[in-house]
């Protein structure tokens, strides 16, 4: 079963405005990661935050993280037409043991972002 | 040009037939990953390595196979036991494994004919 649960499914916004997207998952997290994929292509990393932290940001970008909701959000301000894409959430679940699971990345089903000029 | 190369970008399988995906890093990555991406959806792990002629099952490994004989090529096989290949395949590596970022390669189109 998937990890993370992203919402909404989709989301359609003009240019200029805030894009916010949600991610929920079920297990203790070591990190959440967020990726965009272009249309048919591979996916891009975009920001990861560890379980220690509860905000960060990289430019038009601030990813949230709230472990005891067990839930992140990522905001992108000022929303461009070239940001349309979809955006996933990756959660980095702790092992058996309270350490890594190896770099074994859940995924979630994705927010697909359409920004309109 | 450093990156992570994944050909053919589309793959056409008879029934009953074997293929093979290519994914090839130059990124000095020890760690390297195959997913598997159905329209709508998210990705799914098939197989991961995290070091050279070592490799381990993910989420959803039937059908598939993989070798890991050199850190630079991971080349997955899509067997004829596997009977729903059609899916968008992508490729991914990092440095550790241990949950840091993952660098994918473009991906493969299979479609079954």
């Known amino acids: 079963s998937q990890q993370g649960e992203e919402d909404p499914q989709a989301l359609s916004i003009q240019e200029g405005e805030n894009a916010t997207m949600n991610c929920s998952y079920k297990?203790?997290?070591?990190?959440l990661q967020w990726y965009r994929q272009n249309s048919g292509r591979g996916l891009v990393h975009l920001i990861l935050?560890?379980?220690?932290?509860r905000e960060k940001h990289s430019g038009r970008l601030r990813v949230t993280l709230d472990t005891s909701k067990k839930s992140s959000s990522l905001l992108i301000t000022a929303s461009r037409a070239a940001d349309t894409a979809s955006y996933f959430c990756?959660?980095?679940?702790?092992?058996?043991?309270?350490?890594?699971?190896?770099?074994?990345?859940?995924f979630g089903q994705g927010t697909i972002l359409t920004v309109h000029p | 040009d450093g990156g992570i190369t994944q050909s053919p970008k589309y793959l056409f399988r008879k029934e009953g037939q074997n293929v093979t995906l290519s994914c090839e890093q130059n990124?000095?990555?020890?760690?390297m990953y195959w997913y598997r991406q159905d329209p709508g959806q998210g990705l799914r792990l098939i197989y991961y390595?995290?070091?050279?002629?070592?490799?381990q099952k993910g989420d959803i490994a039937e059908g598939y196979s993989v070798s890991r004989e050199k850190k630079e090529s991971f080349p997955l096989t899509v067997t004829s036991a596997q009977k729903n290949p059609t899916a968008f395949y992508l490729c991914?590596?990092?440095?550790?494994?241990?949950?840091?970022?993952?660098?994918f390669g473009p991906g493969t189109r299979l479609l079954v004919l």
């Open positions: 390595s995290q070091i050279v002629n070592d490799f």
């Open positions: 991914a590596s990092n440095k550790q494994g241990a949950g840091e970022t993952q660098y």
């Open positions: 990756a959660t980095d679940a702790q092992g058996s043991a309270g350490g890594t699971s190896y770099g074994k990345l859940t």
């Open positions: 935050i560890r379980s220690n932290e």
């Open positions: 990124l000095n990555h020890d760690a």
């Open positions: 297990t203790s997290i070591n990190n």
